[in-house]
């Protein structure tokens, strides 16, 4: 696995190649338009010299709930199409209140269900979808480590660092994605109660991986785990994932990252054991408004 709690043991090709080949569920979504990230290409999380500190230490990465962001519109409800037919509601009830409330029985189940007008079940399902959302974790990531309004704006105003990892496309199958972020202009709600389980599965990654094209700047990658039941009992909007030491390929530091946080950056990365293939350091670029990459070596 790319990410594990049960040590740092470097990643095999053969296990590589594994967790790259594409599902059929994959391919499915490619074609309507969800593309999930190639696992074989580098990915960065722009963070303050401070934070990039805990991951190193950690070798965690903290994925978030989307309520916490900084865009109104993430997983916005009305990105999906919430409506549906009766004897579809029913279907959906019964799923959605397992998954949401386990000590329920089905006979309660149906009790409830049998509470609410066809009207009624719209307003219902509509809170279902934000409790999902509720639910949802990502890391957001960037496909570039030379963006500079991401340096500006999630690395300490270029004080801090950008780390290059290699990240999974896919785990056990509808827990786990890394996808590339559609930006647009306008919105195509796809039927999130759909009783086709590939229809629901595309519909909440579309939901969790489309943006306004306004931040198509960020170049981004996430990472999200739609599997969060066992979240239940936490009331924490964050959850910090474990990563396999082999992940961490690359660091850059900010054109004002101090001497000190370097310097202390590079004893973690060398008393944790990490491998870093290469380091660079950003300058200004005296022709343009762009940032350029000079090789960095430790003292």
């Given at each position: 696995?790319?990410?594990s709690?049960?040590?740092?043991?470097?990643?095999?090709?053969e296990?590589?190649n594994?967790?790259?080949?594409?599902?059929?569920?994959?391919?499915r979504?490619k074609?309507?338009?969800?593309?999930?990230?190639?696992?074989?290409?580098i990915?960065?999380?722009?963070t303050?010299?401070?934070?990039?500190k805990?991951?190193l230490e950690?070798?965690?990465f903290?994925?978030?709930?989307?309520?916490?962001?900084?865009?109104?519109f993430?997983m916005?409800?009305?990105?999906?199409?919430?409506?549906?037919?009766?004897?579809?509601?029913?279907?959906q009830?019964?799923?959605f209140?397992?998954?949401?409330?386990?000590?329920?029985?089905?006979?309660?189940?149906?009790?409830?269900?049998k509470?609410?007008?066809?009207n009624?079940?719209?307003?219902v399902?509509r809170?279902?979808?934000?409790q999902?959302r509720?639910?949802v974790?990502m890391?957001?990531?960037?496909?570039?480590?030379?963006?500079?309004?991401?340096?500006?704006h999630?690395a300490?105003?270029?004080?801090?660092v950008?780390?290059?990892?290699i990240?999974p496309?896919i785990?056990?199958?509808?827990?786990?994605?890394s996808l590339?972020?559609?930006?647009?202009?306008k919105?195509?709600p796809?039927?999130l109660?759909?009783?086709?389980?590939?229809?629901?599965?595309?519909a909440?990654l579309?939901?969790?991986?489309?943006?306004?094209?306004v931040?198509?700047?960020?170049?981004e990658?996430?990472?999200?785990?739609?599997d969060?039941?066992?979240?239940?009992?936490?009331?924490?909007?964050y959850?910090d994932v474990?990563?396999?030491?082999?992940c961490?390929?690359e660091?850059?530091?900010?054109v004002?990252t101090?001497?000190?946080?370097?310097?202390?950056l590079e004893s973690?990365i060398?008393?944790?054991?990490?491998?870093?293939?290469?380091?660079?350091?950003?300058?200004?670029?005296?022709?343009?408004f762009d940032?350029?990459?000079?090789?960095?070596?430790?003292?």
């Amino acid at each position: 696995m790319y990410f594990s709690d049960k040590g740092n043991k470097p990643l095999t090709q053969e296990e590589i190649n594994e967790l790259a080949k594409e599902s059929e569920f994959v391919k499915r979504s490619k074609e309507l338009g969800i593309v999930t990230h190639d696992t074989q290409k580098i990915v960065y999380k722009y963070t303050s010299a401070q934070t990039a500190k805990l991951i190193l230490e950690r070798s965690s990465f903290r994925f978030a709930s989307p309520v916490t962001f900084n865009d109104p519109f993430e997983m916005h409800v009305d990105l999906l199409d919430t409506t549906g037919r009766y004897k579809d509601y029913r279907e959906q009830f019964h799923f959605f209140c397992a998954s949401l409330y386990p000590s329920m029985s089905k006979k309660e189940r149906e009790a409830e269900f049998k509470r609410f007008g066809h009207n009624e079940l719209k307003t219902v399902f509509r809170d279902a979808a934000d409790q999902i959302r509720q639910k949802v974790r990502m890391l957001c990531l960037s496909s570039s480590h030379l963006v500079t309004l991401m340096w500006s704006h999630y690395a300490d105003k270029h004080r801090g660092v950008c780390l290059g990892i290699i990240t999974p496309t896919i785990v056990d199958e509808y827990k786990f994605f890394s996808l590339n972020v559609n930006y647009t202009t306008k919105t195509t709600p796809p039927k999130l109660f759909s009783r086709d389980e590939f229809e629901r599965a595309y519909a909440t990654l579309y939901w969790a991986a489309t943006k306004s094209k306004v931040w198509d700047y960020e170049k981004e990658v996430r990472s999200v785990i739609l599997d969060t039941s066992y979240l239940n009992d936490r009331k924490s909007e964050y959850l910090d994932v474990t990563y396999n030491h082999a992940c961490f390929k690359e660091i850059y530091y900010g054109v004002g990252t101090s001497p000190s946080d370097i310097e202390e950056l590079e004893s973690i990365i060398t008393r944790r054991g990490y491998d870093i293939s290469k380091r660079g350091k950003m300058e200004i670029n005296p022709g343009t408004f762009d940032l350029i990459e000079k090789r960095y070596t430790p003292q």
